[in-house]
């Protein structure tokens, strides 16, 4: 079982910057693919970013890339997401996911509870 605390989420201006962290329980966390989601209000959850075990592969949507760098320590257990020059369509809730394949865009295992960004004009 692996358990995701999700933070560094908050308000900022169209244009600004934010890093989402998630903290992973257990000490096998490099095994892991971990990926970050997102869901609007109304909307379904769309996958935003993922990284392989290793941190070697990464992939991002269309919509974030250039813009979103996703990272991971593994000796700290942590996935991260850093967002520039964020958007008013980038507000959501932002969802870390962790799955038993050691990489993955599509199957995860586990959630965290999210953590909301809001951009504003």
């Known amino acids: 079982q692996v358990q995701l605390v999700e933070s560094g989420g908050g308000l900022v201006q169209a244009g600004g910057s934010l890093r989402l962290s998630c903290a992973a329980s257990?000490?096998?966390?490099?095994?892991?693919?971990m990926g970050w989601f997102r869901q609007a209000p109304e909307k379904e959850r769309e996958f935003v970013s993922a990284?392989?075990?290793?941190?070697?592969?990464?992939n991002y949507a269309d919509s974030v890339k250039g813009r979103f760098t996703i990272s991971r320590d593994n000796a700290k257990n942590s996935v991260y997401l850093q967002m520039n020059s964020l958007k008013l369509e980038d507000s959501a809730v932002y969802y870390c996911?962790?799955?038993?394949?050691?990489?993955?865009?599509?199957?995860?295992?586990?959630w965290g509870q999210g953590t909301q960004v809001t951009v504003s004009s």
């Open positions: 996911a962790a799955s038993r394949l050691a990489y993955t865009t599509r199957s995860f295992d586990y």
């Open positions: 257990g000490r096998t966390f490099g095994r892991y693919g």
């Open positions: 990284i392989s075990g290793s941190g070697s592969t990464t």
